[in-house]
């Protein structure tokens, strides 16, 4: 079977560019499943309820987040009763939410998501590794196919994330940075790996914000509010191939499609 999996999708722009893009995309690659991170759908940081529910009704099927996803107060009810949202597994357990789902495909294939949460260079959160350890058992007793969103900065922690979960995940997913690498490959040839599968939102931007606000901050060191920039947007993910009856992964490539608002 056939999985996209987006990056961040960045403001209005980006979700404009999903819903425009995504219906071909689905029609071309023949695409099963589809799961995105959102959480900076709303403004640019963070996520709100109508922002999710307009990729969810575009076709995204699971919404992964991170850092962000507590920016909208509004969310917070919300998260708790839409199954397709996930915040980090190693958040707190009594945050609202849940940090991985099962979700079928149209044939009826049971597809599992893990959204986790790197340490370093971020908040103080629970152990990625040991949480995700302690998951396992559990989810892939409901599904044979498991991706993890790995929502982190440094690469070294996405990378050692890949290599602690190989032969155990179909596929681990970095997220957060917006730049999409060019490292994307099968682990021990059964778990499809990319440190950062980049940015669905607009190309003439710093990491989606408007760069004239962010040369501002760089060159005065002064407060700027950052505001999501317009114009033309790119739709950036990874293609992943799983062997249905396994789990294993068959193969990994990116994707990215151009969008001119």
């Known amino acids: 079977m056939r999985i996209l999996f987006l990056g961040d999708v960045v403001g209005k722009s980006g979700r404009r560019a999903v819903a425009a893009v995504l219906p071909r995309l689905i029609d071309r690659e023949r695409l099963d499943f589809v799961v995105a991170n959102g959480e900076n759908v709303a403004g640019g940081a963070g996520v709100d309820p109508k922002s999710a529910r307009e990729l969810l009704e575009a076709g995204v099927d699971v919404l992964t987040s991170g850092n962000h996803i507590w920016r909208d107060k ?91 979960l190989v032969g155990k995940v179909s596929a681990v997913v970095g997220t957060h940075t917006h730049v999409q690498t060019a490292d994307e490959r099968l682990l021990a040839g059964e778990t499809a790996y990319i440190t950062d599968s980049g940015m669905c939102g607009p190309t003439e931007s710093v990491i989606g914000v408007r760069h004239e606000l962010t040369l501002r901050r760089f060159l005065t060191h002064m407060p700027v509010k950052f505001e999501v920039a317009s114009g033309p947007a790119s739709v950036q993910g990874v293609v992943l191939d799983v062997d249905a009856e396994s789990g294993r992964a068959l193969g990994i490539r990116r994707v990215q499609e151009l969008y001119d608002i």
């Open 74 to 164: 509004n969310i917070v009810e919300f998260i708790d009763n839409e199954p397709r949202l996930l915040r980090p597994a190693n958040f707190p357990p009594m945050v609202p939410g849940r940090g991985w789902t099962v979700s079928e495909t149209a044939a009826g294939i049971p597809v599992a998501v893990v959204n986790l949460i790197g340490r370093v260079f971020m908040d103080s959160v629970d152990c990625p590794f040991r949480v995700i350890e302690a998951l396992l058992p559990e989810v892939r007793a409901r599904a044979r196919i498991v991706l993890v969103d790995m929502h982190a900065e440094a690469t070294s922690e996405k990378t050692a994330m890949g290599w602690f």
